[in-house]
């Protein structure tokens, strides 16, 4: 199973990215997939996740109401779609996706890093003041 992220890049504060992740080996509609992100000498945090059916998304208290998670199971792809943006939002951004068909957990486990068992290389967002 590979993730690859890309979309990242260098932005103003206020403007807008959108990150994709490609999957293979794994189907999106099989997978509660999610967005962790990064920053030097600090733990990798929680950003948002989707069920497998796409219909429960979850959001950290920081981008609430600014980054939107989705996904495309026919292209296999999941997106995030980050407007607003703000220089503490800079960061390396992974996609990662759990092993498990189609489970469905309770809440706390979507911001679970060890929930998720595949890993994307990561891609750098970089926010500008």
């Known amino acids: 199973v590979q993730l690859q992220a890309s979309g990242g890049g260098l932005v103003q504060e206020g403007g807008s990215l959108r990150l994709s992740c490609t999957a293979s080996g794994r189907t999106v509609s099989q997978s509660v997939m999610g967005w962790f992100r990064q920053c030097p000498g600090k733990e990798r945090e929680f950003v948002a996740a989707i069920s497998w059916g796409g219909g429960i998304t979850y959001y950290a208290d920081s981008v609430k109401g600014r980054f939107t998670i989705s996904k495309d199971d026919a292209k296999n792809m999941l997106y995030l779609q980050m407007n607003t943006l703000k220089p503490e939002d800079t960061a390396v951004y992974f996609c990662?996706?759990?092993?498990?068909?189609?489970?469905?957990?309770?809440?706390?486990?979507?911001?679970?890093?060890?929930?998720?068992?595949?890993w994307g290389q990561g891609t750098q967002v970089t926010v500008s003041s």
């Open positions: 990662a996706a759990d092993r498990a068909y189609r489970r469905t957990y309770t809440e706390f486990y979507y911001y679970t890093r060890a929930m998720y068992d595949y």
